[in-house]
């Protein structure tokens, strides 16, 4: 069973900058669609931004232009750049991908103070 291990995150002002890392424990290579979710408190997890084989990266309206979702495969990692950070961007980040059933990271922590 894969297994996928976040890091990154923590606290930063409006307008600053993040990365989250999502690491997965076997070869991502053929993994055609990886995403990363977040959930606000107090809301349903939505999905951020999706990263597909053979296609352009998508993202949700609200972090266009802002957020940049890639992979490095030579790493079996998975990554969410995030800038121009706003406070409503505050919430738990988690990525996940399909590999026979649906596998998620562990979750991180994401504050951006106003």
């Known amino acids: 069973q894969v297994q996928l291990v976040q890091s990154g995150g923590g606290s930063v002002q409006a307008g600053g900058s993040l990365r989250l890392s999502c690491a997965a424990s076997?070869?991502?290579?053929?993994?055609?669609?990886m995403n990363w979710y977040r959930q606000a408190p107090g809301k349903q997890r939505e999905l951020v931004a999706t990263?597909?084989?053979?296609?352009?990266?998508s993202y949700a309206d609200s972090v266009k232009g802002r957020f940049t979702i890639s992979r490095d495969n030579h790493k079996n990692t998975l990554y969410l750049q995030m800038n121009s950070l706003k406070p409503e961007d505050t919430g738990v980040y988690y990525c996940n991908c399909y590999i026979s059933s649906w596998i998620w990271g562990q979750g991180t922590q994401v504050t951006v103070s106003s």
């Open positions: 990263s597909q084989i053979g296609s352009s990266a």
């Open positions: 076997a070869s991502i290579y053929t993994i055609n669609v």
